[in-house]
């Protein structure tokens, strides 16, 4: 899926990393990374102050830009999500990734510390555009990259029919997503904010962010909502319908098998 936030990633090589301490103060660093689709991967000096700041408060916002002579010539894209450092496959994938992209690097890349960065918002900055608006969210691509994560075992023809089936609802902080013990109608992707889950005794079972999901339990295990989702703060979410839900889960055995495993662990949770 052609997008121009995709291809202005793909063609460049430097960002602006911007973190922030747990007390607040923020920090900003130009750092080298690769890309695949809108997910990040870069590398940091482990003593760096980036480094600090992601191990106390694991979420940055990074900037990729060019320097024209003309500003109405400017483009450039903006992005912010959760940080994770990587080991194990993860950090080979991201090895690798930078070691087909940058083969001066030699063997640097087999001991340098990787992080990934899954944005949760996506713009794209460009000042050519006739538009009065300079500044665009990523529409589908970014829906479609958000579910190709949880419906990982899809094919991207499947992802994109999935993606159309989608709607979109927005729920203010304080007000009630799911509620115990009513029918499982719908399944919830979260796209921006917070939402939490508790028990009947108002206890916090967990939180999902941007990227997270709800609403899974009451489908799959054919039974009343088992707690209580609210927006702890605003949040966008993507929702499916129940019947879409299943026909997926019917579809993909290997995906079903993942989402049992999701709603054994928060099951045993409580």
Same mark, same amino acid.
């Given at each position: 899926m052609?997008?121009?936030?995709?291809?202005?990633?793909?063609?460049?090589?430097?960002?602006?990393?911007?973190t922030?301490?747990?007390?607040?103060?923020?920090?900003?660093?130009?750092?080298?990374?690769?890309?695949?689709?809108?997910?990040?991967?870069?590398?940091?000096?482990?003593?760096?102050?980036?480094?600090?700041? $992601?191990?106390?408060?694991? &979420?940055? #916002?990074?900037?990729v830009?060019? =320097?024209?002579?003309?500003?109405? @010539?400017? %483009?450039?894209?903006?992005?912010?999500?959760?940080?994770t450092?990587l080991?194990?496959?993860?950090?080979?994938?991201?090895a690798?990734?930078?070691?087909?992209?940058?083969?001066?690097?030699?063997d640097?890349?087999?001991?340098?510390?990787?992080?990934?960065?899954?944005?949760?918002?996506?713009?794209?900055?460009?000042?050519?555009?006739?538009?009065?608006?300079?500044t665009?969210?990523?529409?589908?691509?970014?829906?479609?990259?958000?579910?190709?994560?949880?419906?990982?075992? $899809?094919?991207?023809?499947? &992802?994109? #029919?999935?993606?159309?089936?989608? =709607?979109?609802?927005?729920?203010? @902080?304080? %007000?009630?997503?799911?509620?115990?013990?009513?029918?499982?109608?719908?399944?919830?992707?979260?796209?921006?904010?917070?939402?939490?889950?508790?028990?009947?005794?108002?206890?916090?079972?967990?939180t999902?962010?941007?990227?997270?999901?709800?609403?899974?339990?009451?489908?799959?295990?054919?039974r009343?909502?088992?707690?209580?989702?609210?927006a702890?703060?605003?949040?966008?979410?993507?929702?499916?319908?129940?019947?879409?839900?299943?026909?997926?889960?019917?579809?993909?055995?290997?995906l079903?098998?993942?989402?049992?495993?999701v709603?054994?662990?928060?099951?045993?949770?409580?």
């Open positions: 052609a997008d121009p936030v995709l291809d202005y990633l793909g063609s460049h090589s430097l960002l602006t990393l911007a922030a301490s747990k007390n607040g103060i923020p920090h900003a660093a130009p750092v080298i990374y690769v890309n695949d689709g809108t997910t990040v991967y870069f590398s940091i000096a482990p003593g760096s102050t980036s480094a600090a700041n $992601l191990s106390e408060n694991p &979420v940055a #916002a990074i900037g830009a060019d =320097s024209p002579d003309d500003w109405n @010539a400017a %483009t450039g894209a903006q992005l912010v999500g959760n940080v450092k080991g194990g496959d993860d950090a080979k994938k991201a690798a990734l930078f070691t087909q992209r940058f083969s001066n690097l030699g640097a890349v087999d001991s340098a510390p990787f992080y990934r960065l899954q944005p949760h918002d996506v713009r794209f900055v460009d000042n050519t555009s006739s538009s009065g608006d300079k665009e969210a990523l529409g589908q691509a970014w829906v479609t990259n958000v579910v190709h994560r949880v419906f990982r075992h $899809l094919r991207p023809d499947e &992802v994109d #029919a999935l993606s159309s089936k989608l =709607s979109k609802e927005s729920f203010k @902080a304080g %007000t009630k997503m799911i509620e115990q013990g009513t029918e499982g109608d719908r399944f919830y992707l979260i796209v921006d904010g917070v939402a939490r889950t508790t028990n009947a005794q108002g206890q916090e079972l967990s999902s962010g941007p990227g997270g999901f709800v609403g899974e339990i009451a489908i799959l295990a054919g009343p909502r088992t707690a209580t989702v609210t702890a703060t605003d949040v966008n979410a993507l929702t499916l319908s129940k019947a879409d839900f299943e026909s997926v889960m019917q579809a993909s055995p290997d079903r098998r993942d989402f049992d495993v709603v054994a662990e928060r099951l045993a949770r409580g």
